[in-house]
Nanobody, 123 residues
Framework: QVQLVESGGGLVQAGGSLRLSCAVS????????MGWFRQAPGKEREFVAT????????YIADSMKGRFTISRDNAKNMVYLQMDNLKPEDTAIYYC????????????????WGQGTQVTVSS
């Protein structure tokens, strides 16, 4: 079993920044591609970012390119999401997930999920 715990969410004004962290524990004998998703009230969970096992390649959703950065520290079993120039429409619960197979842009490609951390951006 794998446990994912997100932290770093909170309330921030538009234009501000937050750094989300995801701690991976449990069965960490193999390193996996990781992803971040988010879900706003009344909306489906959507892809935010993904990072390969080595961290050499990252992919960010188009609406967040240039503002969000995903990174990881495999020695610490941590994954991060740096969010800059936040907008009110970024308000959502943000989830960290471990990749299993399939398209990394889809939720069904991930088999382990954290409980989420709330991000609220005020205008």
């Amino acid at each position: 079993q794998v446990q994912l715990v997100e932290s770093g969410g909170g309330l921030v004004q538009a234009g501000g920044s937050l750094r989300l962290s995801c701690a991976v524990s449990g069965r960490t004998d193999s390193i996996h591609r990781m992803g971040w998703f988010r879900q706003a009230p009344g909306k489906e969970r959507e892809f935010v970012a993904t990072i390969t096992t080595s961290g050499s390649q990252t992919y960010i959703a188009d609406s967040m390119k240039g503002r969000f950065t995903i990174s990881r520290d495999n020695a610490k079993n941590m994954v991060y999401l740096q969010m800059d120039n936040l907008k009110p429409e970024d308000t959502a619960i943000y989830y960290c997930a471990q990749y299993k197979s399939g398209s990394a842009y889809l939720t069904q490609a991930y088999d382990y999920w954290g409980q989420g951390t709330q991000v609220t951006v005020s205008s």
